[in-house]
């Protein structure tokens, strides 16, 4: 697993390559907990393109992760999912808790476009 972490405005991309494993929970958790923690209102793309794989401990995280995002007035978006991915998140429902886009464009546009509330 490998995880590169870019910012586009006020917008942190996570594009993640390779699958996170059991073992590899710990670093993806501290490589965004703190970002989140930094952050007032933070926005997040998970770039899931290079992920070709989920396991149950990674949904996990994810939840876990949208759940801090969330609390902390923040959004979070998924893109460029692969199918096999996309099949797992659709089969535990979380397909209709998280918000999905075809590309990385059409995820920052959409959190581009989301009006803060005061």
């Known amino acids: 697993m490998n995880i590169h972490i870019t910012k586009e ?3 942190y991309i996570i594009n993640v ?3 996170i494993g059991f073992g590899d929970i710990d670093e993806f958790n501290s490589a965004i907990v703190p970002l989140i923690e930094e ?3 933070p926005k997040f793309i998970f770039d899931l393109s290079e992920m070709p794989y989920i396991n149950s401990a990674t949904i996990g995280k994810f939840v876990d992760l949208f759940r801090k995002i969330t609390k902390a007035k923040g959004n979070v978006v998924f893109c460029n999912v ?3 991915v ?3 998140l659709k089969i ?3 397909a209709t808790v ?3 886009k075809e590309s990385r464009d059409d995820a920052i546009n959409f959190l581009k ?3 803060s509330e005061v």
Do not use: A, D, V
């Open 9 to 11: 405005s006020n917008i």
């Open 17 to 19: 390559s390779g699958n």
């Open 39 to 41: 952050n007032f209102r």
């Open 82 to 84: 692969r199918p096999f």
């Open 86 to 88: 996309k099949n797992i």
């Open 92 to 94: 535990t429902k979380l």
């Open 98 to 100: 998280f918000e999905i």
């Open 113 to 115: 476009n989301i009006k």
